[in-house]
Nanobody
Framework: QVQLLESGGGVVESGGSLRLSCAAS????????MGWYRQAPGKERDPVTT???????MYAESVKGRFTISRDNAKNTIYLQMNNLKPADTGIYYC?????????WGQGTQVTVTD
């Protein structure tokens, strides 16, 4: 089993910044890629960014140049630095860690960007 605990959401004005964290615990040695998904109100959960153990990253087009994912393998933690936030970034952000047997998800953290 793997547990994912997110923190760092909140309310911020357009153009502001937030930093999210996701700490993994349990059987983490089998986890390679971790990432963040976002679910806006009334929409599906979509991938935002991922990072593997070697630091290789992927970003959705909508966040490139504004969001940065990083990882501390020793702490089994990933971070998401979000800059120049826009109202369209509003949603619940979920930490994700796929493994051979299943997809693990955190409980989600709300990010609200106001005009």
């Amino acid at each position: 089993q793997v547990q994912l605990l997110e923190s760092g959401g909140g309310v911020v004005e357009s153009g502001g910044s937030l930093r999210l964290s996701c700490a993994a615990s349990g059987s983490t040695s089998s986890i390679n890629t971790m990432g963040w998904y976002r679910q806006a109100p009334g929409k599906e959960r979509d991938p935002v960014t991922t990072i593997d153990r070697d630091g290789k990253t992927m970003y959705a087009e909508s966040v490139k140049g504004r969001f940065t994912i990083s990882r501390d393998n020793a702490k089994n933690t990933i971070y998401l630095q979000m800059n120049n936030l826009k109202p369209a970034d509003t949603g619940i952000y979920y930490c994700n860690a796929p493994r051979w047997d299943r997809n693990y998800w955190g409980q989600g953290t709300q990010v609200t960007v106001t005009d």
